[in-house]
DNA sequence: GCTAAATAGTTTCACGTGCAACTATTTTGG
DNA sequence: CCAAAATAGTTGCACGTGAAACTATTTAGC
């Protein structure tokens, strides 16, 4: 309490966009980048709650799993880790551990045997039919404060930016770009 | 190449809004916690190379700096700790080094010497008049991907979601949330 | 006024992550 | 075919970060 600069405004909404003349300041809480960052951490540790107590996974595993899940065939670690955009190194160890835990399981890939093809097993499936339900409706209470309408705009926002920064990739892009 | 399931849709955009209905599934990229995270995970690694690669400052040091840029008045770590929302260990770090480096320094407050006024030095100043434009030029590039109207409806959109998750807050409301 | 609780800031510790090096395998090019 | 480059995946290492413990100081309660 007592803090004499208290009355300092933070608000952050209603940023003057108009004026994009000779600003001299940058207010953080207008800054689209910090906001972002602020924003995913946020939602992040908020939907942490469902896999991380409830169900004893980290955010790599829960990416895998959802991968999976979301697609019916098995695929490699280096599709996962390139669509999800995680670090292979990253990835690799969560798939080391949901293989410990019995939740994905690897097939020997014989016409290459550098790479395996990861799959859920039945206990991963259900855990995944358990999951994914949960975490949409945590998304749903979080984007509870906006219309129909305006989820729309944001997915639409959203997917404009993804695409300028080339986030949204074909598997063939994703292909181009190792380092993942 | 030759990735067989190379065809595998994965488009964000365009979500299926229309049907909240039995979803069997999850996509990932459709999943606005997701897409927030890799989004800004991509924007900040964007900005890095300026303030990282040209003057050495990592996150935490920019917002102190950002912040302490922004107020005229000198603040305390704490203070920063919480409008940034970061953890007040890592404002504490960012604070020793950026003294170290002679671009903040602090002044002993006498009613409690608990705590500490930081502000910028006149090196300090010059470092932010000279990295804050920058930094703009950026998140307008990252931004030009939409329209003046499209950038104002994802500023209030943000803004909504911020406000509903408290992110908002006035420094008394932030006094009440310890923690940061 | 003295003890206990609260507060500002620092530091130690454990841990997750990215990078780079490494192994194993496959592909390419001469 | 064989050597060199490329690729899938793993692992060692360094580093940044959050939680919790700690120091110093102030405030609250009796």
């Known amino acids: 309490m007592a803090r004499t600069s208290s009355d300092i405004a933070l608000k952050t909404r209603e940023a003057d966009e108009a004026?994009?003349?000779p600003k001299s300041r940058l207010?953080?809480?207008k800054f689209v980048p910090f906001r972002?960052?602020?924003?995913?951490a946020e939602v992040?540790?908020?939907?942490a709650v469902e896999y991380q107590e409830r169900h004893?996974?980290?955010i790599?595993?829960?990416r895998v799993i959802a991968t999976l899940g979301f697609r019916n065939d098995a695929c490699s670690?280096?599709?996962i880790s390139q669509c999800t955009r995680t670090h292979k190194s990253t990835i690799s160890r969560a798939v080391t551990a949901l293989l410990h835990d019995g939740l994905i399981e690897r097939v020997e890939n014989e016409t290459d045997r550098r790479e395996f093809r990861l799959r859920l097993t039945k206990k991963g499936r259900a855990l995944y039919e358990e999951l994914f339900p949960q975490l949409?409706?945590?998304e749903d209470e979080i984007l509870a404060c906006l219309s129909a309408q305006e989820r729309k705009q944001l997915s639409a926002l959203l997917g404009k930016i993804e695409e300028s920064l080339d986030l949204i990739q074909t598997s063939e892009e994703a292909d181009a770009k190792q380092a993942y």
């Not at 972002?36 to 995913?40: E, M, P, Q």
């Open 19 to 21: 004026s994009p003349g």
């Open 136 to 138: 949409l409706r945590r």
């Open 77 to 79: 670690a280096q599709y």
């Open 36 to 40: 972002l960052n602020r924003l995913a």
């Open 27 to 29: 207010d953080l809480f």
């Open 56 to 58: 004893g996974l980290d």
């Open 44 to 47: 992040s540790s908020a939907l």
């Open 60 to 62: 790599p595993a829960w």
